[in-house]
């Protein structure tokens, strides 16, 4: 039970470093970046939320869990903006090799259950993975509308590269939630001239 419980603080103690890894989107108040810790906690936060517009059949609770997980592998491969220009392949394999890190602090009986939701999630081919996947591209962009364009100022992004990139993620596992922010993303867009 010792022997547990340090693997579990040893994984939970690394885990706190997400906390210090920068996020190209900023608060809603435009008074700073977001880091990672705050952003996996905004977005399960949302799917608590948002669950009523979850496909029929999604497991909110699989999806939250999805979400607290999702981004850990961030403490040794940072943060990839989705506007930035980054090599895919060696991102994924940054982030497996961070993976197979981090959940091997924990008990192997932990460790291959929450790799397992994270591989889930990142395959994005389960109804649950897919609404993580949709929130996980939904919560940014609101922010971004809070914050007068955030990040879309300093990607110097056009709405059809947001459609491309985020709304189709969006669209495809939470349409009804796309259909709420493409208007109101076209209108900020649309009111900068």
């Not at 850990?72 to 220009?85: K, Y």
């Not at 990040?151 to 709304?167: D, L």
């Amino acid at each position: 039970t010792e022997d547990r419980l340090s693997q579990q603080f040893a994984f939970l103690t690394e885990a706190d470093k997400l906390k210090s890894v920068l996020r190209a989107n900023r608060l809603c108040d435009g008074s700073r970046r977001e880091n990672s810790g705050e952003h996996s906690w905004h977005i399960a936060l949302y799917a608590l939320v948002l669950a009523e517009h979850a496909p029929e059949g999604v497991n909110i609770n699989r999806v939250i869990k999805m979400l607290l997980l999702h981004d850990l592998v961030e403490i040794d491969a940072g943060d990839a903006p989705i506007f930035g220009d980054h090599d895919i392949a060696a991102m994924q394999a940054d982030e497996a090799n961070a993976a197979n890190r981090l959940f091997g602090l924990l008990p192997s009986d932990q460790n291959q259950t929450l790799r397992a939701l994270w591989d889930e999630f990142e395959a994005a081919q389960t109804p649950d993975a897919v609404f993580a996947k949709s929130l996980d591209r939904f919560q940014p962009p609101n922010q971004n509308l809070m914050a007068d364009g955030g990040s879309w100022r300093s990607f110097n992004v056009a709405f059809h590269t947001i459609e491309a990139r985020v709304g189709s993620k969006i669209n495809h596992g939470a349409r009804g939630l796309w259909q709420w922010l493409a208007p109101k993303i076209n209108s900020w867009f649309a009111a900068q001239g």
